[in-house]
């Protein structure tokens, strides 16, 4: 099978570098990944970093004007070459009730919401020795524990879905597992599409078969989850993934069969 990459979805600059000055959790510029993706042959790139809440990684607020201005200013140059730029944001979930780290005034700057779930910050003052009691602690009650956790968060997630217009959940069941066939299916009906990382485990080739065995119409975005400019549109991980558990590319928005 032959295919076309016609955009990747999910990248992040230095503006996921939350508190600090730089290019430290991500190093590329808006620029430095846009054209990367133009020597590949993109059609769409979606500058998606980390939403507000995170305070090492997250974007800070007061810069989304300005990432608004650079986004429509690179526009000018790029589209007539190809490529747009989309201006997202990778919400963090924040809470059992569903609420990511955005609201409406931050929202209304973006081009697509992506939604993904990720460890909080932590703070460096907590011991190593506090994390293993935790950690020590669940596993005993190991089999409850991880079956509460997967309802605790497939109900966040479903919740999130009922409160914003999502575009697309990033990495879902990584880093918190979920019941995905109950995502799936809320994804399906809302129009949500999923993402099949290249960068991360899930959606696993596992996961994309229990999605098709549910014989519901759902989209999906294969994406990078690019942190250094040179992965931008680097798919091939979660193109092998989706060959493997047999997904109809016709559902996949940013790539094209081409024979
Ligand atoms: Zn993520
Ligand atoms: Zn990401």
Request: glycine residues 8%.
């Amino acid at each position: 099978m032959e295919y076309k990459i016609l955009g990747d979805y999910h990248t992040h600059t230095i503006y996921s570098s939350g508190f600090r000055k730089e290019g430290i959790h991500a190093t590329g510029t808006i620029e430095e990944n846009a054209q990367v993706a133009i020597n590949k042959g993109l059609s769409t790139l979606v500058i998606s970093d980390h939403g507000p809440g995170h305070y090492f990684y997250g974007f800070r607020k007061e810069n989304i004007l300005e990432a608004r201005k650079e986004i429509d200013r690179l526009n000018e140059i790029y589209i007539p070459k190809g490529l747009k730029i989309l201006l997202g944001i990778e919400a963090n979930l924040v809470s059992v009730d569903g609420i990511l780290d955005v609201d409406e005034d931050f929202i209304k700057h973006i081009d697509i919401l992506l939604m993904g779930y990720h460890y909080g910050a932590t703070p460096k003052s907590i011991k190593d020795g506090y994390n293993l009691y935790i950690l020590n602690f669940a596993s005993k009650l190991m089999s409850f524990t991880e079956e509460k956790t997967i309802e605790i968060y497939t109900k966040a997630y479903l919740k999130a879905l009922d409160n914003y217009s999502i575009d697309i959940i990033t990495h879902p069941g990584s880093k918190a597992k979920i019941d995905i066939v109950e995502v799936a299916k809320k994804c399906a009906k809302l129009g949500t599409a999923l993402e099949i990382s290249s960068k991360h485990s899930e959606l696993s080739v596992e996961s994309l078969m229990r999605i098709k065995d549910l014989d519901i119409d759902i989209n999906y975005y294969i994406n990078s989850d690019a942190h250094i400019p040179e992965d931008v549109g680097n798919l091939e991980n979660g193109i092998m993934k989706a060959k493997i558990a047999g997904i109809d590319f016709n559902k996949i928005k940013n790539i094209q069969e081409t024979r």
